[in-house]
């Protein structure tokens, strides 16, 4: 499978953004798909994951509240709504996709990653 991230950009802080992951390949409707993020000097975080068929998702306390995971199987995209960003969310985001439950939150349990996308928000 391969994964293509986009929707990162530049935006105050208080707004909203949505960042995107397209899906090529079979059975993409079998994956977890999960969002991570990395910033300067800091390792890569868990932020958001969802199971196969999107009636389950999970959140990293940090953005509990405030952003929104969501996924198409009929079009292989899924979705991060992010809103009322802080500076704190600033961070190269990445997607990335695995067999089996959507509750694994360390980078290692996740063996499919496509290109990050850059969110930089301004205070």
């Known amino acids: 499978v391969q994964l293509q991230a986009s929707g990162g950009g530049l935006v105050q802080a208080g707004g909203s953004l949505r960042l995107s992951c397209a899906a090529s390949?079979?059975?993409?409707?079998?994956?977890?798909v999960g969002w991570f993020r990395q910033s300067p000097g800091r390792e890569r975080e868990f932020v958001a994951s969802?199971?196969?068929?999107?009636?389950?998702?999970n959140y990293a306390d940090s953005v509990k509240g405030r952003f929104t995971i969501s996924r198409d199987n009929a079009k292989k995209m899924v979705h991060l709504q992010m809103n009322s960003l802080k500076p704190e969310d600033t961070a190269i985001y990445y997607c990335?996709?695995?067999?089996?439950?959507?509750?694994?939150?360390?980078?290692?349990?996740?063996?499919?990653w496509g290109q990050g996308t850059l969110v930089t928000v301004s205070s």
């Open positions: 990335s996709v695995r067999y089996g439950s959507s509750s694994a939150y360390y980078e290692d349990a996740w063996p499919y």
């Open positions: 390949g079979r059975a993409f409707s079998s994956y977890a």
């Open positions: 969802i199971n196969w068929s999107g009636d389950s998702t």
